[in-house]
T-cell receptor, first 113, second 110 residues
Framework: DAEITQSPRHKITETGRQVTLACHQT?????MFWYRQDLGHGLRLIHY???????NKGEVSDGYSVSRSNTEDLPLTLESAASSQTSVYFC????????????FGPGTRLTVL | DAKTTQPPSMDCAEGRAANLPCNHS???????VYWYRQIHSQGPQYIIH???NNETNEMASLIITEDRKSSTLILPHATLRDTAVYYC???????????FGSGTKLNVKP
């Protein structure tokens, strides 16, 4: 069955380290998204991509970057991790051409010490 | 994108209908209403969406008022497994960006 996976599921890192969170989907969806969710809050959009080589900033993009070299993957990189980036990160994907149902991954819990 | 307002929490008895309201008074004519839910710490799950007509699927019904300024998600027979945070989102159909608010925590009680 097609799916969307994230790895690692849990990560502990230190301030200043570079961290990359992986997101892989097998639906061949053009659109992919990264969100963060802080305790007791809704999801906030970090970056999104409408296709290969396309990336766009969301509402909380500072300190994060993404690259889209193929359809299946959208890795999220924290260039220099900060304690404020401790959060749960969700990746999602959706078809293009107007079908906006987003399918979410299981999430990655990141702790920055 | 239009903003949405939802009550922070609601209770519902198991087996009863759960009616979750959402206000979106600034919605524009080409914006859709989407509902997602998040069970515990899992990724959000799509429930239903609509433009101006009422919609129904195997999970829920969506009732949108004639002026489109508010909507109600109806879970016809709530179960304990429906306990979750429910998010109402308004977005352009082709815009592909969702802005999640704080949602409504639905507590289904036996």
């Amino acid at each position: 069955d097609a799916e969307i996976t994230q790895s690692p599921r849990h990560k502990i890192t230190e301030t200043g380290r570079q961290v990359t969170l992986a997101c892989h989907q097998t639906w061949n969806h053009n659109n992919m998204f990264w969100y963060r969710q802080d305790l007791g809050h809704g999801l906030r959009l970090i970056h999104y991509s409408y296709g290969v080589q396309d990336t766009n900033k969301g509402e909380v993009s500072d300190g994060y970057s993404v690259s889209r070299s193929n359809t299946e993957d959208l890795p999220l990189t924290l260039e220099s991790a900060a304690s404020s980036q401790t959060s749960v990160y969700f990746c999602a994907s959706s078809e293009s051409l107007g079908r906006n149902e987003q399918f979410f991954g299981p999430g990655t819990r990141l702790t920055v010490l | 994108d239009a903003k949405t307002t939802q009550p922070p929490s609601m209770d519902c008895a198991e087996g009863r209908a759960a009616n979750l309201p959402c206000n979106h008074s600034t919605i524009s004519g080409n914006e859709y209403v989407y509902w997602y839910r998040q069970i515990h710490s899992q990724g959000p799950q799509y429930i239903i969406h609509g433009l101006k007509n009422n919609e129904t699927n195997e999970m829920a019904s969506l009732i949108i008022t004639e002026d489109r300024k508010s909507s109600t998600l109806i879970l016809p027979h709530a179960t304990l497994r429906d306990t979750a945070v429910y998010y109402c989102i308004v977005t352009l159909y082709n815009f592909n960006k969702f802005y999640f608010g704080s949602g409504t925590k639905l507590n289904v009680k036996p």
